[in-house]
């Protein structure tokens, strides 16, 4: 099946099952982070995720509360700080998807993409224990099964 043609698909069944698609449909890729301080600073610890994943209110939120960044303190001087915040909202997605993170210990209650209905819905075959098995660390590994992902591609996954 070409790429265009499953994209296609993947996006009509998307739309009718779980919401808003993660690619809008007919799209092929998923815009990464061009912005080399964002680049820099937020893929550190994980790749640095493709701002269309958040609404710009969750990426505001995440921002806000970088000292308390899903247990680990990723806090940046506050220019940096300012500067990433702009360039994650003014590419953020239309929809939001303010998971709520309910664990981590901290008083603030993160959102997660993850928990986002159609992320969920894409990758709900892939649980802890299948992705142990596979030898993933987490969902958030996206390279492990997107080699494309840092450019955009998502469609070549097994
Ligand atoms: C010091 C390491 C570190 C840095 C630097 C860092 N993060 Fe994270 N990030 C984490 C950890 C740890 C998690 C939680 C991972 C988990 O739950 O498995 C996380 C999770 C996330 C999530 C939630 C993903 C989900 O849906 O579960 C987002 C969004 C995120 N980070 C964005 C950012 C942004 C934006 C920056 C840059 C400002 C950044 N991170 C920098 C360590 C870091
Ligand atoms: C364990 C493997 C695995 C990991 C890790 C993973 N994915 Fe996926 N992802 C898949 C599979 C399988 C699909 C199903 C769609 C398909 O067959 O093309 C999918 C679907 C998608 C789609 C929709 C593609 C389309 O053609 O509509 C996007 C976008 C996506 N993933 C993004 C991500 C991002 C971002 C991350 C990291 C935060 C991630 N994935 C982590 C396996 C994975």
Not at 101 to 107: A, D, K, R, W
Not at 121 to 131: I, N, Q
Request: charged content about 25%; aromatic content about 6%; hydrophobic content about 35%.
């Amino acid at each position: 099946m070409t790429v265009m043609r499953k994209a296609l698909i993947l996006g009509a069944l998307s739309a009718t099952l779980a919401g808003a698609p993660l690619l809008a449909q007919g799209e092929e890729r998923m815009r990464p982070v061009t912005d080399p301080l964002t680049l820099k600073e937020c893929g550190e610890c994980h790749m640095a995720f493709p701002p269309s994943l958040l609404s710009p209110g969750s990426w505001e939120v995440i921002m806000a509360n970088l000292d308390k960044h899903y247990g680990e303190n990723a806090s940046l001087p506050e220019k940096d700080t300012a500067a990433i915040t702009a360039y994650l909202t003014a590419s953020a997605g239309r929809w939001g998807s303010p998971g709520v993170s309910g664990t981590g210990g901290t008083e603030v209650t993160l959102p997660r993409f993850t928990e986002s209905r159609h992320f969920a819905h894409e990758h709900r075959r892939f649980t802890p224990d299948r992705l142990a098995r596979k030898g993933i660390k987490s969902i958030l590994d996206c390279v492990a099964c997107h080699r494309g992902a840092e450019q955009g591609y998502y469609d070549d996954d097994d």
